[in-house]
């Protein structure tokens, strides 16, 4: 689940129970300048779809839903 510019992941916390109940594997990361996360200096879409690939190349995840 991805979070929106201004909001973190904690936006969607119900959303994440009520799916990992159902049994999906759920991701919610704090995209970076959300939360505690670093700032990523004038940052663009581009960026944050690069924070995303590179998280889903670290978690070895091949086969992705991603809504937000």
């Not at 009520?18 to 663009?44: C, D, M, R, T």
């Amino acid at each position: 689940l991805v979070h929106g510019f201004g909001m973190d992941g904690n936006v969607f916390a119900p959303q994440a129970q009520a799916l990992s109940a159902a049994g999906y594997q759920v991701i919610v990361p704090h995209l970076p300048g959300s939360n505690a996360s670093e700032h990523l200096p004038k940052a663009n879409l581009g960026d944050y779809a690069n924070v995303l690939y590179a998280l889903c190349t670290h978690l070895q995840l091949n086969n992705v839903t991603m809504l937000g």
